[in-house]
Each structure stands twice: as C-alpha cells, then as structure tokens.
C-alpha cells in the first residue's frame, strides 16, 4: 500500500455545544476601504468619473454637429452652383452663396473651439 505525501484534510471538529457542526455563526463585517479608498473617496472618483464621461460625450456630440454642419455647406453650395443654378436668381443664388461662406469661415475659426 503506497501513502502518498499529501495528508488528506479533514474538517474541523465541532465546536462544543454543537454536535453535528452544521451551524452557522453570523460575522459582522464592516468595509472600510474598497481598492484602497474609503467610501467617501470612491464616490469622489465614480462623480469624476461621470463628469469625464460627460465632458467626452459632449465633445463628441459637438464635433458631430460641426461635421454635419459643414457637410450641409458643401452639399448646399454644390446643388446652388449645379443642380439648382437655372432654378435660383442670380441674386439669390449669391445671398446664399455669401451665407454658407460665412458659416464655413465660422467653422473652421471659431466653430472649432465651439
């Protein structure tokens, strides 16, 4: 009969009082860090956290508009000087030109600080 090395765990005996060893002692527990912080610190950084979050979405909603502002100039001014040229008066047609020029000077100056 081989004995291996290891020595086979046994459960521990029954506290007196308690012969089956079935019951359960109820522990309190108090946390007074999470990942090093204390409760207050962590809402701290869940709080910068959101307002990162909150500053990205916000650049990124932005950006998104400015896009899709300068994509209405260029669409804008292309149908004016082809599609649309014999459909709109000169006049017009230069009141419109002049307006669009005036928002792509506005988004390339300060439309990109916007």
Same mark, same amino acid.
């Given at each position: 009969?081989?004995?291996?090395?290891?020595?086979?765990?046994?459960? !521990? !005996? !029954?506290?007196?009082?308690?012969?089956?060893?079935?019951?359960?002692?109820?522990?309190? %527990?108090?946390?007074?860090? #999470?990942?090093?912080?204390? !409760?207050?610190?962590?809402?701290?950084?869940?709080?910068?956290? #959101?307002?990162?979050?909150?500053?990205?979405? %916000? %650049? @990124?909603?932005?950006?998104?508009?400015?896009?899709?502002?300068?994509?209405?100039?260029?669409? @804008?001014?292309?149908?004016?000087? @082809?599609?649309?040229?014999? #459909? %709109?008066?000169?006049?017009?047609?230069?009141?419109?030109?002049?307006?669009?020029?005036?928002?792509?000077?506005?988004?390339?100056?300060?439309?990109?600080?916007?």
């Amino acid at each position: 009969e081989m004995k291996d090395d290891k020595k086979e765990e046994q459960a !521990p !005996p !029954p506290r007196a009082g308690h012969e089956d060893g079935d019951e359960e002692e109820k522990l309190a %527990v108090d946390q007074k860090k #999470f990942m090093g912080m204390s !409760p207050q610190e962590m809402a701290g950084k869940k709080q910068e956290e #959101f307002d990162m979050a909150l500053q990205d979405r %916000v %650049v @990124t909603e932005t950006n998104e508009a400015r896009n899709a502002l300068e994509e209405y100039v260029y669409n @804008t001014r292309d149908a004016l000087e @082809t599609r649309f040229k014999d #459909f %709109v008066e000169e006049g017009a047609r230069g009141a419109l030109l002049k307006k669009l020029g005036e928002a792509e000077e506005w988004i390339y100056g300060d439309g990109e600080d916007a």
